[in-house]
């Protein structure tokens, strides 16, 4: 049987396969899949540039960098007032990316006449057609059965996921960026709102609706986390292995390695759930307890300051956590991106590999794509997740000092030359994303000692694995080269003796240690005080140590079992690789605590993040579809507004519409105003229970409120809403005659300008 039929009964059964699980969602999942593809295809040439070194040549990047630079394109547009936020303009957007990569082409055809270099870019070897089949495979399954397990529980509602969608919805109603706060009508959202721009502009890009488009982007992220990191550790593997003789077969090596740094990053738990899962109970039983410890997956993320109960409460989350909890927040959606720029920094480093002091001008050393396309991304970060921008910067800092300072044979001139990157790398990233700083207010805050510091056993049972499997590494590479080294020893021709692959691996690992500690050392003050003053610190800086961690534990547990095997190192290995399996469990225990039986079909929901609406609020579920469909552009609708994490602001979430008012703690943090966000609140009560017509009509003046929302929630918050006074103010446009006659108390004034 021919290669190709077999390629084709793979095509024909995911898709059968699709069907059977997605059912009628699975047309919105084509759509979203094909558009994914669409973009890689338009964006290979650029991807083959900065990746030739990659047995892949970065085909799987190609999506993420594809996306990242359309986006950007149709927010820079709309940003400057050139196109609308449209699905036309989304398109046109791509259309100017493909132009873009035509260009790279064409530019590389004429040079390549007198240039090897540039020829070996351009020719594809033979076999590349396969792995690219490999990993779309890979890739369509994997998101498929991703978007399957979100389909038992697709709500966008609980935690944040109310604001996450809710920006969603409001920006698929703006037509220029910055999009308004639609929570704080009259003025400029002022939080980091690009990756749910990303989110939404993908949504119109594929033509699937923003009910759809959350639990698709967000099931895509899990997806593009495992792809990237299996093909972050497969290339490093491949590299290192590349004529030497691997014990095992050098093929199982690679896909084995890749698909554990996969696992590692996008769906392994921490020694935390290894412990409270199956050690604790375990004892408990030996001891005859009346009551075992049963185990809550967020336990995992809720460790330090939780057990025992201090007055030190931490976060430390990670990917696995992320996905199942189904947050559509900045840190989650930046997975996209900061993993593209390992992926970029590694291309980059294998670049180099041959490269000599003179090889390239100091200018040619400084203009060079991969620097170019890490300052856009840098960029990003800063309107995306600002914490990755620091921390990402420091990343490519190190791993292209300690490039340079091995091809500069470390001399003065490496670090002058890494200065000079440096420099162009912040200055492109601060250009890039000036549209969106011009516009932003910053919301922190000062650097300060801490109060409190984790207990060891607790650093040791979060982070003492990756740790340990890091610092192991490290001193067997050391060892081997002090044992192999004739002449004198330094820690210049020790990293000269490494592989660029152990160079990377212990460079990311040796960051990831340092985004570990630095919460045990100094913090970042915001408005979370008392008890939480360091957990924001702590969750955003080791969210992605974890990252790190994983990718290099995805490539130095092979390395260890398969090349140069010692005995103490091939032991520490195996404990390690046995305890890493057992967090594997974690998102097994996540999935079937958070969704249920996923083998049971008849409990499938579907994609929508809005149907709970009809179920959990039936009457606001009526009266926000009226508002969908009848509504268009901005008008503001009052509702009451209330705490963080509550049904508060359902109507402003589901519609996108703005209101006077949202959560109040996330407006505080927005604003750094606590006073405007009480007046406010002060207002919007004012407006439900006032007796004083002239006072209200000059409150709905004030904000030009256009409708007066009141359903269960605003009779419950205040008591004796005066609904005549509301009722005479305008038109009561919802409900109809005929909903009325079933007894629906929830109702919608048309006042103001549009009355």
Known sequence: MSKRIINIGFIVLSIILGIFLLRGDFLYFIQWWLTIFIVGLAFLPLTNLLFHKFNDRGYLFSKTIGMAITGY??????????????????????????????????????????????????????????????????????LLILVYIRGFKPEAYGTEKFMDYGFMTSMARTDYMPPEDFWFSGTKLNYYYLGQFFATFFSK??????????????????????????????????????????????????????????????????????????????VEKIQAKAEVSSYWFPDATRFIGY??????????????????????????????????????LLGWLYSRESKKENDKSILAEIFQPAHILIGF???????????????????????????????????????????????????????????????FDPMSTR????????????????????????????????????????????????????????????????????LVLIPELVYVKDIYSGDYKRANTMFKLTYQAFVMFGISL????????????????????TIGLVLFITTLGYPIKGTKSWFGNIFDRQAYKGMDATAFMEEEMPEDYLATMWLNENIE?????????????????????????????????????????????????????TIYTSEDLQEVERLIEKYNISYIYVGQLEQEKYEGVNNELLKSLGEMVYPSKELQDMGLRTYIIQVGNDS
């Not at 132009?99 to 870019?121: D, Q």
């Not at 931490?314 to 947050?327: A, K, M, N």
């Not at 995306?384 to 620091?390: L, V």
């Not at 995805?554 to 290995?573: E, H, K, N, S, W």
Request: hydrophobic share 50%; glycine share 8%.
């Open 633 to 685: 552009g901005n008008p503001l609708v009052l509702e009451a507004n209330g705490d963080s994490y509550t049904d508060y602001q359902r109507v402003s979430v589901i519609t996108g519409l703005p209101t006077i008012l949202g959560w109040h703690t996330h407006e505080w943090l927005w604003k750094s105003d606590k006073a405007a966000v009480d007046s406010r609140a002060e207002d919007v009560m």
């Open 73 to 142: 394109i149709m927010w820079l547009l709309s940003s400057l007032k050139i196109l609308k936020f449209s699905p036309t303009a989304c398109m046109f957007s791509l259309a100017l990316g493909l132009v873009l990569n035509i260009g790279i082409v064409a530019f590389k055809m004429k040079k390549a006449k007198g240039s090897n270099f540039l020829r070996e870019k351009i020719t594809l070897p033979k076999g590349l057609g396969d792995v690219f089949f490999k990993e779309e495979i890979m890739f369509f399954l994997i």
């Open 554 to 573: 995805g490539y130095i547990f092979p390395r260890i079992f398969t090349y140069r095997r010692r005995r103490l190192r091939a032991l520490v290995a």
């Open 307 to 344: 057990f025992p109960e201090t007055n030190d409460k931490t976060i430390h989350e990670f990917p696995s956590y992320s996905f199942i909890l189904g947050d559509l927040h900045a840190h989650v959606i930046n997975l996209l991106f900061t993993l593209t720029v390992l992926g970029i």
């Open 377 to 439: 991304f840098l960029g990003i970060f800063q309107a995306t997740n600002f914490w990755d921008f620091p921390i990402y910067f420091i990343v490519a800092g190190a791993i292209i000092l300690f490039s340079n300072a091995i091809v500069y044979k470390f001399k003065g001139k490496a670090v002058a030359i890494t200065l000079l990157q440096g420099t162009f790398i912040l200055v492109l990233s601060l250009v890039f994303i000036l549209p969106f700083t011009i516009n």
């Open 205 to 282: 890009l594929s033509f699937v609706p923003v009910t759809h488009g959350y639990n698709l982007m967000l099931m895509m992220i899990g997806t593009f986390t495992f792809m990237l990191s299996y093909s972050i550790v497969y290339n490093l593997v491949d590299k290192f292995i590349k004529g030497k003789e691997i014990k095992g077969g050098n093929k199982f090596i690679r896909e084995s390695s890749g698909v554990l740094g996969g696992l590692a990053v996008a769906f392994a738990g921490n020694m935390q759930y290894t412990i409270y899962r199956w050690l604790v109970p375990a």
């Open 447 to 514: 650097i300060l000692l801490v109060h409190y510091s984790t207990a060891n056993w607790q650093l040791w049972i979060l982070w003492g694995l990756p740790v340990a499997i890091v610092i192991m590494f490290l001193l067997s590479m050391i060892s081997d080269f002090v044992k192999g080294q004739r002449e004198e020893v330094s820690i210049f021709s020790f990293m000269e003796y490494l592989h660029p692959s152990s160079l990377y691996i212990i460079t990311i690992g040796l960051c990831a240690i340092g």
